[in-house]
């Protein structure tokens, strides 16, 4: 009992870092029709700041400056790099974004080394939040989950209450029409697009002290967070968020328990493909995905 | 009376809440030229749309030749003989017309998914698209990449497309939009003459059109058709005057 | 983008590219030469396998290593038993093994992935890729772990005394498989189905409206496609007598998109000039300095912006300026704009360089560029170079607008004579 309690809440606070991920890149990919594939390298970057950070100025500030700085980089891409590929079509911003996620990975190697960097929880947060039975369960997860909510609520918020939000709905399913109602469209979608970073960069700041900040975590939680938006249904933010707790938990679940399975093979060591497989199914069944609402 | 060509039975379709089709039920015949027409927003295109398999259809029966096709993928529903074009050109632009018309003759000469025959070789593929491009006029410009021609010129392509594959059902949706006098009167020629023993369903807002090529026409307004008959049935009719013609009226009178 | 054809004829070129086949490994062939024209040669058949699908089908795939690696890893199988004597099969036709191996999991994968299409069949593929590079690794029985599977080539009954001992012998049975590939690949591109793939591409709503399933005709086309880089695979195979997880990785998968656009999507011979330039990149490149991979980063984001037809549409487009022989009005600007870009080139491998330098621990910071040498730590080198590169760059830009104008200018020429 204590052992699914306690699963349980790590698989819902990553279930909640990886929508936080994978809801910025269905807000991108739903205003700009471009899907980032340097999304999980902005997450990255967002580690690496906060670490550089940390250890300089302390945890706190990083929280704050880290996605800003991730946040900036992203408005600069979309402005001088994006924005010039949008002329050739789709794929070709595919493929800009895919070609950023080489370069921003060999910058990080080039700044930070190969191996992985000490960026640790701060100490204020390191110690047991409350005991479920014979565990304790950390403070720094239970901050995860707070500050997951409270970035997702307050978008939802800036979205659904504030004037940029709803030029952001509009512009969603009819960027001429809000264009020439006098609103500077490009402008919106530099924004949205540093906002989309920024959010990954924050996922970055918290998660990269929980799990491991090393060059090779953009491209060990990219793919599962393109596989979250695709069982999700692409475009939808309900769907993300089902298939983020989902998966969240199923990993988390998948690594905790030591079966055996067939041929000598643990369920720990079948973890990772656990997502993929997901994929896989739902694609024979319902391909779609969970709540599908848009093509690519 | 021959097996109806096209048969809608109480056909309704929604988008989510927003009734577009409120029970529409047509018989067209077999060699039947048959014109739908109404306001804008009545739900023309709709109504093709489902015909041709676009959409599914939320409640109702389409039958084609007398075989149900309700629920069937286009293709599938083109393999059983019709064909249809669209209001939006929809050409394969980087192709040149050549291989615009080959593609619409492909699948009805047989090749399928073949792999193994070299397209260039193939005799009756190459007649049949000549013929084709001969009837549409566009023979000389056989080689032009087709997203370079001219809107007039791109219009009578997807015609040749549509009939390419010798359907024997052919549904056009405005064939003469955004069309100059001259070149109406050209596409009417043209329509007519590709149309010849075959069933031809169009959806047009031109009435100079409609009257001058239709055998029977249909009025739809908001979704259900409100009458059938000849030109002169529709005309006379006091529902379809006041929904629709009272307009048009005044528009062939200064015609 | 199409072309009108040249009017060089068709077995001219054909009968070049034999020919260039023929003598090449003659006159490259020292060893590192010989390991290069291997390399690209088999790259050439998985390119252009790949481009099958997204040249010609409009399918993006980010998992084309799954097929190849397959097959690499069935040949490489196959080949240890050949030699064990479990079976009897010629070296020369292992590659017809890889093939049949990357068709049957085409086959298997392709079922799902081509379910859907655009975005989605692109992140599928990704999925897919990553599924298989992480199965590889949790059956080290199959698929040899982290070490991978080695082989012998050197097996079963020398076919006309040639062992595939030598690497030349190797360097032909490559060259073979691969004239005989393109010949293939480019005779789909001329059948019903090729056809239509195009047209599925181009528009997959009005392909369906005569008659075609586009599911299915994106089928077959992944099918095919996985055949030729199951090719590859058995030739990678032969070549380096192992095969690792590595052949299944993304970074392979990654390698041959950015080797294929480069070379340019749009046209058939773009992939085999992709190729070529990728390999060259990779080995060549890869000796002189450690930024190798950096540097493949920026040259395929800089395609992607500013030609994303790639190196294949820059040459094509030359050739109705080289009919109307008017290329000589561009020599100069062009010559001005590679000058340019030259200089910013030099700046930016400066800047580099010394970057990397000083990131690598226990590394000299002392640099010997172009027969200065200068310490990285110092602020002089930082500061000639960013000023090199600004400069270089400046240049560039007054240079490319030199450029645009003169072809903007013939460009309205031509078109004015066509009308």
Redesign the interface.
């Known amino acids: 009992m204590e052992f699914f309690l306690v699963q349980t809440l790590n698989g819902i606070s990553y279930g909640l870092l990886l929508f936080m991920l994978s809801s910025g890149l269905t807000l991108v990919f739903s205003l700009m029709g471009v899907?980032n594939f340097a999304h999980a390298s902005f997450y990255m970057l967002g580690a690496y700041f906060a670490y550089q950070i940390s250890t300089k100025i302390g945890f706190w500030p990083a929280l704050v400056v880290a996605p800003l700085l991730v946040g900036a980089i992203g408005m600069l891409i979309e402005r001088w790099?994006l924005r010039?590929?949008h002329k050739?079509?789709?794929?070709?911003e595919?493929?800009?974004t895919?070609?950023?996620a080489?370069?921003i990975e060999?910058?990080v190697?080039?700044?930070w080394?190969r191996s992985a960097v000490d960026y640790r929880v701060p100490p204020d947060l390191d110690g047991p939040l409350f005991s479920i039975f014979t565990s304790q369960y950390p403070i720094y997860r239970g901050f995860m989950m707070l500050v997951s909510v409270a970035m997702l609520v307050s978008i939802w918020l800036a979205l659904t209450r504030t004037r940029i939000g709803l030029v952001i709905q509009a512009a969603l399913t009819h960027p001429q029409t809000v264009e020439a109602l006098g609103h500077n469209v490009p402008r919106v979608f530099m924004l949205v697009f540093g906002g989309g970073t920024a959010l990954a960069g924050l996922a970055g700041v918290i998660g990269g002290n929980a799990f491991v900040t090393e060059p090779g975590m953009a491209?060990s939680v990219g793919?599962i967070i393109?596989?979250i938006?695709?069982v999700g249904g692409?475009g939808s933010l309900a769907g993300a968020f089902i298939a983020s707790l989902l998966i969240g938990c199923m990993q988390t679940f998948a690594v905790a328990l030591d079966w055996n399975l067939v041929g000598g093979?643990k369920m720990s060591?079948?973890a990772?493909?656990l997502?993929?497989?997901l994929?896989?199914l739902l694609?024979?069944f319902r391909?779609t995905g969970l709540m599908g609402t848009r093509?690519? | 009376m021959s097996a109806n060509a096209i048969e809608l039975r109480d056909v309704h379709k929604s988008f989510g809440k927003t009734k577009i089709i409120n029970g529409v039920s047509l018989a067209i015949g077999s060699g039947e030229r048959h014109a739908i027409i109404g306001p804008n927003g009545a739900g023309k295109s709709t109504l093709y749309n489902l015909i041709s398999g676009r959409y599914p259809l939320s409640s109702g029966t389409i039958l084609l030749n007398g075989e149900d096709i309700t629920g069937l993928r286009p293709f599938e529903i083109n393999r059983k003989g019709l064909s249809r074009s669209f209001q939006v050109t929809n050409i394969f632009h980087n192709m040149s017309v050549y291989e615009n018309i080959r593609c619409g003759v492909l699948w009805a000469a047989g090749y399928r998914y073949s792999f193994w025959h070299r397209v260039g070789g193939l005799r009756d593929v190459a007649q049949r698209a000549e013929e084709v491009m001969e009837k549409i006029g566009l023979a000389q410009r056989r080689n032009v990449l087709a997203g370079t021609l001219t809107y007039a010129e791109q219009r009578a392509l997807e015609i040749g497309i549509t009939i390419a594959g010798g359907a024997s059902v052919i549904l056009l949706d405005e064939p003469t939009a955004g069309m100059s006098r001259s070149e109406t009167a050209r596409a009417i020629e043209l329509v007519r003459s590709v149309t010849q023993g075959k069933t031809l369903i169009m959806v047009e807002h031109d009435m100079g059109v409609v009257f001058g090529l239709a055998d029977r026409i249909s009025v739809l307004v908001y979704g259900e058709v409100i009458a059938t008959g000849t030109q002169d049935e529709i005309q006379a009719n006091a529902a379809v005057q006041e929904a629709y013609l009272g307009a048009v009226h005044k528009e062939i009178a200064s015609a | 983008m199409r072309y009108e054809p040249l009017n060089l004829g068709r077995w001219v070129i054909w009968g070049a590219m034999a020919l260039v086949f023929l003598v090449a490994p003659l006159v490259f062939s020292g060893g590192f030469a010989l390991t290069m024209l291997i390399q690209m040669g088999t790259m050439i058949i998985f390119a252009l396998s790949y481009n099958m699908l997204l040249g010609q089908g409009g399918m993006l795939s980010f998992g084309h290593a799954v097929y190849s690696g397959l097959g690499a890893f069935l040949s490489v199988h196959a080949l240890n038993l050949i030699g064990k004597g479990a079976f009897t099969f010629p070296v020369t036709l292992l590659p017809l093994i890889g093939g049949l191996a990357g068709l049957a999991f085409g086959v298997l994968f392709g079922y799902v992935t081509t379910r859907r299409a655009g975005t989605t069949f692109a992140l599928i593929s990704l999925g897919i890729g990553e599924m298989v590079f992480a199965c590889v690794l949790m059956f080290p029985g199959f698929f040899g772990g982290e070490a991978g599977v080695s082989t012998n080539r050197v097996v079963g009954q020398p076919f006309l005394g040639i062992t595939y001992g030598p690497a030349i012998q190797v360097c032909y049975l490559v060259a073979v498989w691969c004239f005989l590939s393109i010949v293939a690949m480019f005779a789909l591109t001329q059948t019903p189905l090729g056809r239509m793939a195009n047209a599925v591409r181009d528009n997959p709503e009005r392909a369906e409206f005569v008659g075609y399933d586009t599911q299915k005709v994106r089928f077959i086309q992944l099918v095919l496609s996985s055949f030729f880089a199951g090719v590859a695979g058995a030739l990678s195979c032969i070549n380096f007598e192992i095969v690792s997880a590595e052949n299944v990785s993304p970074i392979r998968s990654g390698g041959v998109l950015i080797a294929t656009y480069i070379g340019g999507v749009p046209f058939f011979l773009g992939p085999i000039l992709g190729a070529i330039i990728f390999i060259f990149f990779v080995v060549a490149l890869s000796g002189f300095t450690k930024a190798w991979l950096l540097y493949l980063g920026l040259f395929f984001v800089t395609m992607v912006v500013y030609a994303p037809g790639g190196i294949a549409s820059i040459l094509l487009m030359q050739i109705p300026v080289l009919r109307a022989r008017r290329f000589g009005e561009l020599a100069l600007p062009y010559a001005l704009a590679a000058a340019a870009g030259l200089v910013a080139l030099a700046g930016l491998i400066g800047i580099v360089e010394m970057v990397y330098r000083l990131s690598e621990q226990g590394a000299s910071t002392v640099l010997n560029v172009f027969g200065l040498s200068f310490d990285a730590r110092t602020t002089p080198p930082w500061i000639g170079f960013a000023l090199v590169l600004a400069a270089g760059l400046v240049a560039l830009r007054y240079a490319s607008r030199l450029v645009g104008a003169r072809w903007g200018a013939i460009q309205q020429d031509l078109l004015a004579r066509r009308a």
């Open positions: 899907l790099g010039q590929v050739h079509g789709h794929v070709a595919l493929l800009f895919f070609g950023l080489y370069l060999e910058a190697h080039l700044v080394g491209a793919p393109f596989v938006v695709v692409m093979i060591q079948v990772p493909v997502p993929y497989l994929m896989v694609l024979i391909p093509e690519g």
